[in-house]
Nanobody, 121 residues
Framework: QTQLVESGGGSVQPGGSMRLSCTSS????????IGWFRQAPGQEHEGVLC????????TWTDSVVGRFTISRNNAKNTVDLQMNSLRLEDTAVYFC??????????????WGQGTQVTVSS
């Protein structure tokens, strides 16, 4: 049973923007730390950004600093990943995951099935 659902993926040209959303019909996301992870073909899951229950954020990947932001929309029960100035190397399947704290992919408690983000010219 999928606990979290991602949306907003697709294709974009380099330099473009995209906004991903993570939601759940089962959980109130503000009760959890929510992390965004990504997995490029042939690679391990990589942590991107995480927001904890106190709305503090953690950036796990230096390459997204100044380009990606994470935020909560509690009215919509979503955690959004705003991605600007996208690069070819941002191409991956993006996943959201939930836990009591921001932690590694394998230590999160609930996961979504992912949404594909493709950056290409």
């Amino acid at each position: 049973q999928t606990q979290l659902v991602e949306s907003g993926g697709g294709s974009v040209q380099p330099g473009g923007s995209m906004r991903l959303s993570c939601t759940s019909s089962r959980f109130t996301l503000e009760d959890y730390a929510i992390g965004w992870f990504r997995q490029a073909p042939g690679q391990e899951h990589e942590g991107v950004l995480c927001i904890n229950m106190f709305n503090g954020t953690t950036t796990w990947t230096d390459s997204v600093v100044g380009r990606f932001t994470i935020s909560r929309n509690n009215a919509k029960n979503t955690v959004d990943l705003q991605m600007n100035s996208l690069r070819l190397e941002d191409t991956a399947v993006y996943f959201c995951a939930a836990a009591s704290i921001c932690t590694k992919w394998g230590q999160m408690d609930y996961w979504g099935q992912g949404t594909q983000v493709t950056v290409s010219s």
